[in-house]
Structures are given as structure tokens and as C-alpha cells.
């Protein structure tokens, strides 16, 4: 028979075993001590804490079970530890001996927008200089119209990059502690 304990992480609450809550802990502090210094630190550790309650809520669909030690460690090593990070200032390191790149997911990018972000969001996913996009849009308004409906349509569908997870799903970089910190830090690609 194991302890367990409720936790709140993003607004959500779940039920740790003892020991996942405690190496969760540690990690939290372990992030808490590498974010420090910047200004963004609350922000930052908010944005770790609703993707590490998102991965939770993903294996854990039933609000009554209980999470282990083998699922928090699981998540952990999708997010990255502290000690995966350089060690140099606000920039860490790109290159990660586990990096690897995420699905990319379509979004209006509100950062670069011209008139809705969509141009944008549709380069990223595609790849693409949205300015390409942007001139294709104006083509086809010209020519019937078309491209104004079409820009309206998809810019009701799709949905914007609001959050930091979002953001990097949208530009396919992985979400983890380290992507997210160098989000608030100013060196993202």
C-alpha cells in the first residue's frame, strides 16, 4: 500500500503516488533554480507546469487514478532536466544529444502577423516564406476574389498560437523545459 498526495499543476489536479510526487518535486525545484534569474521565471515555470499536466491528463483520462513514479519520470524525460541545459547564461544549448523534432501543428502565428497571422502560421507549417503565402492571397483576391474568402474561412478554422507549447508545436520544436525557457529568454529561433 502506497501514500498518495493531490497536486494542482496548470489548474488541474491529480493524484500522485508519494514517491512521483516527491521526484516531481525535485524536478520542479531543479527548474525553479535553473530559471532563476530571469524575469520570467513565474511565466516560464506556469508554461512547465500546464505541459507536464497535459502529458498527465493524456495517460490519465479518469479523474481518480493515480499517478506513478514510472509516469512521472516518463515525463520528465520528455521535458529535459535542468542538467541537460548549458550552463551558459540565458542561451542554452540547441544542440541536445536527444533532440528531436515534433509533428508541426497549424496555427495563426499572432507574433508575425500582418492581418491575422495566417500567412504566417501556413509559412511555418509549410516551410515557406509567408510572404510567398501573402502574395499568393493577393493574386487570388484579385482574380475573382477567391483568395479573400479563403483567408476568412481559414482564418475562422484555424486557431491561434496563444500559448508558449503552441508556439513551438507550430514552429515543430519540441516542448519541453528547455524550449520553453529559451521561449521567455528571447533566443528563439
Known sequence: ?????????????????????????????????????????????????????????????LPDMVISIIEVERVIGIMGNPSDFEEDGPGFSSQRANYTRTRKRLFRDPENSVIGGLCS??????????VLIRILFVILAIWGGG????????????????????RLEMTGEPVNAENIGKSFGGTRK
Open 1 to 61: 500500500m502506497k501514500k498518495t498526495v493531490n497536486v494542482s499543476l496548470g489548474g488541474m489536479v491529480f493524484c500522485l503516488e508519494e514517491d512521483a510526487f516527491h521526484r516531481l518535486n525535485r524536478y520542479l525545484k531543479g527548474l525553479e533554480q535553473k530559471f532563476m534569474h530571469s524575469s520570467d521565471m513565474r511565466d516560464i515555470m506556469n508554461d512547465i507546469e500546464v505541459r507536464i499536466a497535459e502529458h498527465f491528463k493524456e495517460k490519465t483520462p
Open 147 to 166: 483568395g479573400v474568402l479563403i483567408y476568412v474561412i481559414l482564418w475562422i478554422v484555424i486557431p491561434e498560437a496563444r500559448t508558449v507549447a503552441e
Open 121 to 130: 502560421g501556413l509559412g511555418y507549417y509549410w516551410n515557406m516564406d509567408p
